[in-house]
């Protein structure tokens, strides 16, 4: 059973930091991309970034190019997400994917149970 666990969000002030975790089982990140998505009120869902299981090329969407960086730990099936300059239009809850990618959308398998990040003003 694939289980991806979120942890890490929390409220920041805007030109914070944070570092979300994501916890995954239940498959191989040689098998499967991994990412994170996230979902602000009243908005669709939207791809952050993407890592290829096939060859490990990393998609970042256009708005956290630069201030966000994914890194994953294999050898703990580890996945995480550090935020830096983190504004108000970064609020949202993020997700940990698996599956494929479509550019910085991973899609096409599990989703966690997301965490909530809030940036005040």
């Known amino acids: 059973e694939v289980q991806l666990v979120e942890s890490g969000g929390g409220l920041v002030q805007a030109g914070g930091s944070l570092r979300l975790s994501c916890a995954a089982s239940?498959?191989?990140?040689?098998?499967?991309?991994i990412g994170w998505l996230r979902q602000a009120p009243g908005k669709e869902r939207e791809g952050v970034v993407c890592?290829?299981?096939?060859?490990?090329?990393?998609w970042y969407a256009e708005s956290v190019k630069g201030r966000f960086t994914v890194s994953r730990d294999k050898a703990k099936n580890m996945v995480y997400l550090e935020m830096n300059s983190l504004n108000s239009e970064d609020t949202a809850v993020y997700y940990c994917?698996?599956?494929?990618?479509?550019?910085?959308?991973?899609?096409?398998?599990?989703w966690g149970q997301g965490t909530q990040v809030t940036v005040s003003p």
């Open positions: 890592v290829s299981a096939v060859d490990d090329n990393i």
């Open positions: 994917a698996n599956g494929y990618c479509s550019e910085s959308y991973t899609t096409g398998g599990s």
């Open positions: 239940g498959f191989s990140f040689d098998d499967y991309a």
